[in-house]
């Protein structure tokens, strides 16, 4: 290991010290941190990764650095609110047409939130909140993620996708950024899958991952838990197969019946939710890849994080909205002169994002939880 990433391993472990024992973060998100930061050190040492992928991680240890926290302290003081992060969505193209698209992606969308606007938002959450670390979602987010992350290499982003468009070109490309960590979303085996993405989506899914792994791209896959696979969720063989691809990460999350022609029947009930939480902690111990789960990991003691709270979601046709599921938004004010919009005035003082942290408070996920939800808060 050389001196740089001797340097980096150390501020790493630094980094993951200084969380312990404060009051804003909570022992299993500690727990994740020490994971990933473990996993991180080891990267670092491995010479098949590139002195700019190095770089960035730099940008997921500064997300929770003692400065970015002191800016976060400072504005929960004063507002009672503080967004760790945030989800960006940079478009509702999507080259598929998936059944239950919570975003309601096709060919056919029309927004795009333009390279500008994204690096306006991306530089003002920063200098806020001390966010370095964005989600991006979609539409699909490849390859429009690609401009953005070469126009702000002070950030890294988790970019879902469909994993479509990643090929070997898109992968070496991908590597050469070294910001963007792409995430895969994944419903199941290849029949749970197609049924509803279309027939082929689950190859590309895996060829994918295959180009990323061929590259040595640091990305995941994102699992979409519904009653369609929750079998294989609860005897391990989901979780099984991921690791045959070798991913750094497994993010999953409920199936929340919303957006195009939401189905409850695919969504779990409580005693689904409670077998899923019960399992994760053996899942953890089995695999080497990080695993997280917002909502079911009772580790975690998060709770909901809506409506700015923990975080919240900015829509391709720039509204705010106080999560991803929740398709009740205000629209951002862009002033491109000045470069300024007036997301933290909406986070503040919006009567959505109120009422909606009012109900996150008291719930593990509202979506889930409260029924309602959409006229409570709406009002």
Not at 87 to 110: E, F, K, W
Not at 164 to 190: C, Q
Not at 339 to 357: D, H
């Amino acid at each position: 290991m050389n001196a740089l990433t001797r340097a980096q391993s150390e501020q790493s472990e630094r980094v993951i010290l200084s969380l312990q024992g404060s009051p804003d973060v909570p022992p299993a998100l500690l727990q994740y941190s020490h994971r990933l930061a473990s996993r991180l050190i080891r990267i670092l040492a491995d010479p098949r990764f590139s002195t700019t992928q190095r770089s960035s991680f730099q940008r997921f240890l500064d997300n929770f650095s003692p400065a970015a926290r002191e800016k976060r302290k400072r504005f929960r003081s004063e507002y009672g609110i503080a967004p760790e992060g945030y989800v960006l969505g940079i478009t509702d193209r999507c080259n598929l047409n998936c059944a239950y698209c919570y975003s309601r992606s096709s060919p056919s969308r029309l927004h795009d939130i333009s390279t500008c606007d994204a690096t306006m938002i991306i530089k003002e959450m920063a200098g806020t909140f001390g966010i370095t670390f964005v989600t991006v979602s979609g539409g699909e987010t490849f390859p429009r993620i690609l401009d953005i992350a070469g126009a702000n290499p002070d950030t890294l982003f988790l970019a879902y996708t469909n994993g479509s468009y990643i090929d070997s070109s898109v992968a070496r490309e991908v590597k050469s950024l070294g910001n963007v960590w792409p995430a895969l979303t994944l419903l199941g085996d290849v029949e749970v899958h197609d049924a509803v993405r279309g027939k082929g989506s689950f190859c590309s899914v895996m060829q994918a991952a295959e180009s990323l792994s061929l590259h040595n791209v640091v990305w995941g896959f994102s699992v979409t838990e519904s009653k369609a696979n929750l079998e294989r969720i609860l005897d391990g063989s989901l979780l099984d197969m991921c690791q045959r691809r070798n991913p750094f990460f497994v993010r999953m999350i409920p199936y929340v019946s919303s957006g195009r022609r939401g189905n409850t029947t695919l969504a779990l009930n409580e005693l689904d939710r409670r077998a899923v939480a019960n399992i994760l902690g053996s899942l953890k111990s089995k695999h080497d890849f990080v695993i997280y789960d917002y909502v079911h990991d009772d580790e975690l003691g998060i709770g909901c994080m809506a409506g700015g709270l923990r975080y919240f979601y900015i829509s391709p046709d720039l509204q705010i909205h106080p999560c991803v599921f929740m398709d009740v938004g205000e629209k951002i004010s862009v002033d491109r002169q000045i470069g300024r919009t007036n997301i933290v005035e909406l986070l503040i003082s919006s009567p959505i994002m109120i009422r909606a942290r009012k109900m996150a408070r008291h719930n593990r996920c509202v979506v889930l939880d409260v029924r309602g939800w959409r006229s409570a808060l709406v009002g």
